[in-house]
């Protein structure tokens, strides 16, 4: 093989590395574009809520879904969100966003205003069915579960006039006392 045609064979070979390097460059400098307007959205969405401007947060974290589908700060924003809704006390729409959640750590973070909002809506039923797992289960249980189980053991006990959830209420409400 000639110097001529190995030079031509090698300068072929780089050019179309160069040229897919410079690809990579742009998809690279595209995406990272795309991470800083996100992230500067939910900058933005965060002064709002800093500032107490509610409606707006809630306009904003609605466009941020449609934007960014598949973003990492869905879940933070969903709490955001649902909290937004908590002040107002629209617990309906509280808890739909906090059931979309699939972050398990988001999920632990917000599980006592989910159970404030089951509380609030008088849906005991799935208070209960929220509350009992961790009753069975034992140990050291937060004041707020305990209350919670306790009040809708006692709603229980009203409704179906039993006296052994009354009881169990009893027993719920005196761990309270300290």
Known sequence: MSWSCLFLTFYLIFSSFCFSLEKIDLRES??????EKEELFVRRIIEFWKDGELTIVQKQ????????PKSLYI????VLLAESY???KKYTLALSYFNQINDPEQKNK????KLQCYHNLEKYTDLFDELYPLIIKGGQ????????Y???CYRFALQDNKKELLLEAIAFFSRLKG
């Open 150 to 152: 306790a009040e809708t």
């Open 75 to 78: 879940d933070q924003l969903k």
């Open 30 to 35: 595209s995406q990272q574009e795309s991470v």
């Open 86 to 88: 908590i002040k107002e």
């Open 110 to 113: 917000v599980f006592l205003n």
């Open 61 to 68: 974290v609605k466009e941020f879904f449609e934007s960014y």
């Open 141 to 148: 249980i937060d004041p707020a579960i305990s209350y919670y």
